[in-house]
């Protein structure tokens, strides 16, 4: 039975993804039909809606829209080019120091606006004409900003290890918060490792002269109060000072109040702001509790368990059951959004890896960590098109560089993947796990 309302589940959901039903109606759908094998219709819809409002319900749920708002605040708080001057002062010596620049911004600027779209169009904008002016190649400006944008989605706060942590069934968002920083550090690594090898390649320089250090506290003292918010929001939560929930308000204060200081947001601006921050806060939010009814059927139909069965039943070597979860994980990346892919894939996975005692901190950074991946991957790919657009590039043009940045953040999923430390070691020097 568990199989057979699987398989129903994914034909009913690739369907209506195919012919562009919304995603949310798509998982609510595909989730009645594979339950109406075993419950009467009228029965099913009324529990479907009660799964519903339950999913909404959730007091930590007020986190979202709260950081969803914080980094529309931030987008247009003029935060973008106060953070790419600090980087270009601290790594302008380095080969292709727009590259690396451009790589850097990226992940402070994603990390503060917890958008991987947000922060390729706002950094590349920032970047794009000094890149013009010095005769980069467009298509590798491109592909650097995209593959470099997703870095803030796993270097908290991040909405992606908030929604993980609610279909992870309560795991710990300050330790989850905590787990992030490595493999956010090593995505940015390794794509300053590829930004420096092509820029080597194509004969790209640091800037000319000594290092400025002046230049350094002027840009530093300017960025401190952009970056002050990671540091007042996380150390809060981790710290035990507010939860998640007061931290994400906080932080909306805090992004306004610089907006507001920067001569960035006005009464009209503010308005649309939260408008549009509504609008995206409620497709989240309905989509959180309609996967609930996907969660529901997954429990009933014991489809975590029969999945478990069959991982298991293939082979018992830990490394190789990550290693297809990987490749799964990554091809439906590529074509599914961040958040439902969470939502779908959470509560199919997390009891096959506890099985081996692997921590739920560690997989939530996993499953973040390849999903991110597909952020950047055609045929949908969302961070690498608008890097595209912004770049004024094409894909044929950027993709031969993009398998490159591809090989070396591959190179920190495996790490990510098969060395606990990398996502457990600062949570447990905190304490939280």
């Known amino acids: ?54 999913g909404m319900s959730k007091f930590s749920l007020t986190a979202i829209p709260f950081f969803i708002l914080a980094g529309n605040l931030m987008n247009q708080g003029g935060i973008a080019k106060r953070l ?51 005769g980069y190649d467009k298509a590798l400006c491109a592909a650097t900003n995209g593959a470099s944008a997703p870095a803030g989605l796993l270097i908290p706060p991040s909405n992606a290890l908030i929604t993980y ?5 309560g795991t ?18 390794a794509c300053m490792a590829a930004a420096i090898f092509f820029a080597v390649r194509k004969g790209y320089r640091g800037t000319p002269g000594r290092f400025d250090w002046k230049n350094l506290g002027v840009c530093t003292l300017k960025a401190i109060p952009s970056l002050s918010l990671i540091v007042v929001v996380i150390g809060g939560i981790v710290g035990g000072v507010f939860t998640a929930t007061e931290g994400s308000a906080i932080a909306v204060v805090y992004a306004l109040l610089l ?10 601006s503010f308005w649309q702001i939260v408008v549009d921050s509504a609008k995206m806060s409620g497709m989240v939010v309905f989509l959180i509790g309609v996967s609930n009814i996907l969660g529901w059927v997954m429990a009933f139909t014991q489809i975590p368990q029969a999945i478990s069965a069959a991982l298991l039943g293939l082979t018992s070597n830990p490394v190789v059951i990550l290693l297809i979860m ?10 599914m959004d961040v958040t439902p892919a969470i939502l779908i894939f959470t509560p199919l996975f997390l009891p ?14 996993i499953l973040v960590y390849n999903l991110c991946i597909g952020n950047i991957t055609p045929p949908v790919g969302n961070t690498l098109f608008v890097a595209i657009k912004v770049g004024r590039s094409s894909l044929p043009q950027v993709m031969p560089y993009m398998l490159g940045y ?28």
Do not use: H
């Open 1 to 54: 039975m568990a199989m057979q309302s699987l398989a129903i589940i994914i034909a009913v959901l690739a369907l209506l993804l195919a012919f562009g039903v919304p995603i949310a109606y798509s998982i609510g759908i595909s989730s009645l039909a594979a339950i109406l094998q075993i419950v009467p219709l009228d029965v099913s819809v009324i529990t479907a809606a009660q799964r519903i409002f339950v």
């Open 84 to 134: 790419v001057d600090f980087v270009m002062a601290l790594l302008g010596k380095l080969p292709g120091a727009l590259l690396v620049t451009n790589v850097g911004a990226n992940a402070l600027f994603g990390a503060i606006s917890g958008s991987a779209s947000a922060a390729a169009a706002a950094v590349g904008s920032m970047v794009e004409k000094g890149e013009e002016e010095q």
């Open 165 to 169: 942590s609610l279909a992870a069934g």
């Open 172 to 189: 710990s968002v300050a330790a989850l918060f905590m787990a992030g920083y490595i493999p956010g550090l090593l995505w940015t690594l």
């Open 259 to 268: 907006g507001v200081c920067y001569r960035n947001i006005t009464l009209r």
């Open 326 to 335: 990987n490749v799964i994980l990554l091809a439906a990346g590529t074509f």
């Open 352 to 365: 096959v890896v506890q099985t081996f005692g692997m921590s739920p901190v560690q997989f939530g950074l």
């Open 406 to 433: 591809y090989l070396m953040i591959l190179a920190g999923l495996l790490l990510v993947t098969y060395v606990p430390a990398v996502s457990l070691a600062l949570p447990r020097l905190a304490g939280l796990i």
